[in-house]
């Protein structure tokens, strides 16, 4: 299951975490639940033309009496002086929605604390390995630009790094301890942090 994947805690008590692109705050609920003294989602609903997140965010944090806080802003203008700084970032299906995926890193890194855990997952581009004809593209960073809508129809989508570009991104941004938690699908997962 996802939550397993992401490779959330069970005992989060007396964490303060923050969820980039939050959508309806279903990880944000999840994070209260374990014990975080602190949550706080942060989504910029305009970026994505078809997101009902805001009422559904809303809406469940109502019915659980939730205090998360929701920002409604972009990634692109975290600052520890604004949110202050996070024991635990979460950053799940948004890193390919990013124009700019190297600011947010470096945003992200930003407000978080020196021990602190960043939980990636993201889109990945899967590489064409014809090694028989020495062709090995896993050795070459390279992303794959989305000028339109060629990512499942989706023009939210952006960029889609390939293992290797992801992970000497996440390097260039100060996260040089990586630990890959696996794939599913089209999907890659990491566990995030900065060297001791
Ligand atoms: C595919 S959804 C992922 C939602 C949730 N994190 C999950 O894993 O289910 C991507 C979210 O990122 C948000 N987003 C896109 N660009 C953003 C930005 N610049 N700053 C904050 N959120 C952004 C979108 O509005 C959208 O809700």
Request: aromatic content about 10%.
């Amino acid at each position: 299951m996802e939550l397993a994947r992401i490779d959330l805690p069970e005992d989060l008590t007396g964490l303060q975490i923050l969820d980039i692109g939050c959508s309806d705050g279903f990880f944000c609920f999840e994070c209260e639940k374990r014990g975080a003294a602190r949550v706080v989602g942060i989504e910029d609903f305009t970026s994505t033309p078809r997101n009902y997140g805001l009422s559904g965010f809303n809406i469940a944090s109502g019915i659980l009496g939730s205090s998360a806080k929701l920002i409604t802003d972009s990634v692109y203008r975290l600052s520890p002086e604004e949110v202050g700084t996070f024991d635990m970032v979460l950053f799940l299906n948004t890193l390919y929605h990013l124009k700019h995926p190297l600011l947010a890193l470096e945003r992200i890194g930003s407000v978080l604390e020196p021990n602190g855990v960043m939980l990636l997952k993201t889109y990945f581009h899967q590489d064409l390995r014809l090694k028989r004809w020495g062709l090995d593209l896993t050795k070459r960073p390279m992303m794959r630009f989305f000028p339109h809508d060629e990512l499942n129809r989706d023009s939210s989508n952006w960029w889609a790094p390939n293992r290797r570009c992801l992970e000497d991104m996440l390097r260039a941004t100060g996260f040089s301890e990586l630990v890959r938690l696996g794939t599913w699908g089209d999907r890659i997962y990491y566990r995030c942090a900065r060297a001791a």
